[in-house]
């Protein structure tokens, strides 16, 4: 029976566009409530929270989802359903662990590290979601390898409900509050959110655990579960480790770096909030379809190398690069074309400058996205975390040396020149292993030319017409509006893709 790849991606997709709206409303709304030093200090308590979801749940959801897609090919329910008890058992105790550490020690981290006394309260409240974080990745990964993206896809937008409820509900109902509470709030939303999708996830999939502990004809052992399990999930969780150990000291060292430069501590905290909080949550906006197929194509990679179609895989490595390609130039196109709409109409302030600058990652950033999902697939995760140390070191080079003299820019300088240069090693990797071939016309320079021209354009008519005003939320939608649609004509008019092609897609890979 064919498996369509797109469609487990497009119900993740709609889940994490419906997710990405309310996150976008609730950005705003932090944004309003915190302020650009707010929403810098609320980006540091973010960067630990990443490194706790690095060390307890990365390695272990993506290794859950492939280790499930196997056995229940092979009819081995069974296994599949010990494989995850053992890796709940395993994340759980870890999570526990960083969450101890994380709240007796926040005061260590607070000030030594980030030299940002205001944050102890937040990495306080943070601890309690570890655990929660930990159990409920686990089970999400199991969803994930029985190609059920239905239940992950409710758990997202519900959790996310909740956590902009509780954190509306309780900052509108204080009439002052200090930027150290109005933080502390936004951060217990994280708590609510994590909380929320243990008990959601666990309860639907209750009776499935009972019903297939028993399915199966040869069981694995405990050890042999963990000699599944960690040759895996170890370097997945180191590669996210690192990862985020580097994003981290990004964090504490942008601030100061700027500072370098000339800034004072509280513009340095406010440009850092533009960046991070703002500019950099814009450019991933659109990448939930990108996610999500990245998600997808863990267990469909794994399941196709299994069976050897190797025709099947590499038309499925072109397709899902070309479909991120598109929509990365698109992104761009709008995001450089309309940056002084974006930032007025979503956080009203003008980030413009940044935002501009940022355009040029996208298509590169939205290829890695799928990439990585790719590479996944094929068990190549130490080549990952390779690729992931030198991006980072790329990064922080940049950060440390040139940040003084360019300010903001050196770090989007140095986050391209990273992801121009890991894009070209998982690629090299890609074509040693497969029949791939590197399209740089349709993936590089056709999205180019067509999205050039249609920024251009766009750009024009927004400009000529009475109906499109400058900063109103109308006027950016309509501008985004005509752009995207001269973007797809101009694609549709070279070929790359055709009108049989989209229709496809929706019905099999």
């Known amino acids: ?18 997710s990405n709206v309310l996150a976008f409303m609730y950005r705003i709304f932090l944004s309003n409530a915190l302020g650009a030093e707010g929403m810098g200090l609320y980006h540091l308590v973010i960067s630990v929270y990443m490194l706790a979801w690095s060390i307890v749940c990365s ?100 959790e996310n409900i909740i956590k902009i409820a509780i954190v509306i509900l309780i900052i509108n109902n204080f009439t002052y509050m200090s930027i150290t509470q109005a933080t502390a709030v936004a951060v217990l939303g ?26 199966g004809i040869h069981f ?25 150990l580097l994003f981290t000291l990004e964090s504490a060292l942008i601030p100061q770096r700027l500072q370098s430069a000339g800034l004072s501590a509280t513009d340095a905290i406010g440009i850092f909030g533009q960046l991070m909080g703002m500019a950099i949550p814009l450019i991933y906006f659109p990448t939930s379809f990108l996610t999500s197929l990245s998600i997808t194509l863990v267990p ?47 956080y009203n302030q003008d980030i413009s400058s940044i935002l501009f600058i940022l355009g040029i990652v996208c298509p590169l950033l939205y290829m890695r996205i799928v990439l990585s999902g790719i590479l996944n697939g094929m068990g190549f995760q130490t080549f990952i975390f390779q690729n992931s140390l030198l991006s980072s070191a790329i990064i922080i080079g940049s950060i440390y040396f040139i940040m ?14 990273s992801l121009l240069t890991v894009y070209a090693l998982e690629l090299i990797k890609l074509r040693e292993h497969t029949n791939l071939r590197f399209e740089f016309l349709n993936w590089f320079a056709i999205p180019t030319l067509a999205v050039a021209a249609a920024g251009l354009i766009a750009r024009l008519i927004a400009n000529q017409l009475p109906i499109i005003e400058s900063g109103s939320v109308l006027g950016l939608i309509l501008s985004v509006l005509l752009l995207a649609i001269l973007y797809m004509v101009f694609i549709i008019a070279t070929g790359l893709i055709s009108i049989s092609d989209i229709k496809k897609s929706f019905i099999a890979t």
């Not at 926040?106 to 030299?115: E, G, K, L, P, S």
């Not at 994280?190 to 297939?212: D, G, H, N, P, Y």
């Not at 694995?220 to 985020?244: C, E, F, Q, V, W």
Request: hydrophobic share 55%; with cysteine; charged share 10%.
């Open 220 to 244: 694995l052992t405990k050890r042999a579960i963990l000699y599944l399990i960690l040759p895996m999930a170890l370097p997945l969780t180191l590669n996210h480790i690192i990862g985020s």
């Open 59 to 158: 390695g272990f959801t993506i290794t859950i989802s492939k280790l499930t897609a196997q056995e229940n090919a092979k009819g081995q329910n069974g296994n599949a359903l010990k494989i995850l008890s053992q890796s709940i058992t395993i994340t759980l105790s870890l999570g526990a662990v960083i969450a101890l550490v994380i709240y007796f020690l926040a005061d260590i981290i607070a000030t030594n590290f980030f030299q940002e006394a205001r944050i102890v309260m937040s990495l306080r409240i943070l601890a309690i979601a570890i655990p929660f974080m930990a159990i409920a990745s686990c089970v999400k990964g199991y969803i994930y390898g029985l190609q059920n993206m239905l239940i992950p896809a409710i758990s997202q937008v519900l």
């Open 190 to 215: 994280i708590v609510a959110q994590e909380i929320f999708s243990f008990i959601f996830l666990f309860a639907t999939i209750k009776r499935k655990l009972k019903r297939e502990s028993t399915i």
């Open 404 to 417: 003084p003299y360019m300010g903001v820019y050196a770090y989007i300088f140095g986050w391209f020149l």
């Open 1 to 18: 029976m064919k498996k369509n790849l797109l469609t487990g991606a497009i119900i993740l997709t709609m889940a994490g566009f419906i």
């Open 300 to 346: 469909v990679v794994s399941e196709t190398s299994a069976i050897g179609n190797d025709t099947k895989l590499n038309h499925t490595f072109s397709k899902s690069i070309l479909i991120a390609s598109l929509i990365g130039h698109g992104v761009a196109g709008s995001l450089m074309a309309f940056s002084w709409e974006f930032g007025m109409v979503v």
